[in-house]
DNA sequence: TATAATATTAAACGGTGTTAAATTTGTTGA
DNA sequence: TCAACAAATTTAACACCGTTTAATATTATA
């Protein structure tokens, strides 16, 4: 309610502004095109102005690829239904999760394949113990728990598969978007049932 | 024999010059350090040089790619046994894919996430006929169908699987490319180990 | 209202890819 | 051998880029 609270509020604004303004020119141009200047002279400023709020350029971008990210958990969540089995469970999420990411291909290339250290931070999932700080892998995990459930295994087996369905389905959606001129329609969705059929099939209990 | 054909090998082997300087500046500061007037200045060169030996600096980028991909293509015959049963080959041909990729990260990071369509169309696999076309695919391919050669299993469900099984991959190594700072040795060979055993018990004949 | 803090800008630095025109170098034919 | 032509090479510029420093304008505070 003091001044310290409106300013911080009014600097979150002119933030969220930059932000917008580089949001804008990844759809229309692209992530490489976005420049400090061109974000300036879209909201008028000079281009100095810019860091007066973000350390530098790479900040701002480290911001768009946050929301990428959470746009996609968020897409993710409603594909659970508790009233299916496991394996039927582990279908649809992939499935979804496929189907999400494509629908905001260019967002999901940008979230991914940048390699700046801060970004990689928020898109790893190799590393040990990221099924429990990653949300996307710790969804996929659980729903190995429950496919697992009758078998013993150790969850450190558990976090491996998980990690590997995230890679695997990283590689086709990846591949899927950068080849999208070149595979048709019907392909794709062939390529996709396979693919998950392939994926359940290598994990699904008895085979590992 | 004449001047002619001088003059054509003269001007390859100047090409040739500038490739081996960008490829310099690619080992020694990464793809994204590459600038014409660094390879220029590195063979002594004015900056304008380069343009008369090449449209842009995207075609010389396209030609790192090439022989990028021709590496690894060349990395990969030698893996192969005929002695060893057909799941047998294809796990080493997978192992020894990614060993060779992994060797080379930076290039093949270049080569396979490199977005100019030219460099796509040579390393697209997911088109419809990409395993009769693409060398890596078609080695594939025919592991495959000797893993399936007492199945009732049509062609075109081979070339999905192949497809597949490249396009996991892929997402693997690009994975452990982009996160290797944060992912040891350990967790690295357990993930590769692991992979491999749920590519292959997915594809493995009965589970299809 | 004066002072201190903050917001904003102008201007520059060193870098980038690329192009047009001028210049040097090499080749060829008379 | 020399002039004419062609090829190779350079100079110089254009239009961008990210970033920093110092000066200026604006706003808040005492």
Excluded: W
Excluded at 4 to 30: F, H, N, V, W
Excluded at 58 to 71: P, R, V
Excluded at 139 to 160: F, G, M, P, T
Excluded at 187 to 200: A, D, G, P, R
């Amino acid at each position: 309610m003091g001044p310290k609270e409106r300013k911080e509020r009014e600097r979150k604004e002119r933030q969220e502004l930059i932000l917008s303004a580089a949001a804008e020119i990844m759809k229309e141009e692209g992530i490489d095109n976005i420049s400090v200047r061109k974000i300036a002279s879209r909201i008028e400023y000079s281009p100095a102005i810019i860091y007066h709020y973000f350390k530098d350029k790479d900040e701002i971008i480290s911001h768009l690829m946050k929301k990428g990210y959470q746009k996609i958990l968020d897409g993710l969540s409603s594909a659970l239904d508790p009233k299916d089995k496991p394996e039927e469970k582990l279908k649809k999420l992939t499935q979804r999760y496929i189907e999400v990411s494509l629908q905001m291909s260019d967002e999901y290339r940008t979230v991914q394949l940048n390699s700046s250290p801060e970004v990689i931070e928020h898109t790893a999932s190799l590393f040990k113990g990221a099924s429990v700080k990653k949300p996307a892998l710790k969804v996929l995990a659980q729903c190995l728990r429950e496919l697992y459930k009758d078998n013993d295994i150790d969850d450190s087996s558990i976090e491996l598969t998980a990690q590997i369905i995230a890679a695997s389905t990283f590689g086709l959606i990846i591949r899927l978007i950068m080849e999208k001129d070149l595979v048709t329609e019907e392909q794709k969705s062939n390529l996709i049932e396979h693919f998950i059929k392939v994926t359940v099939n290598g994990v699904v209990p008895g085979n590992l």
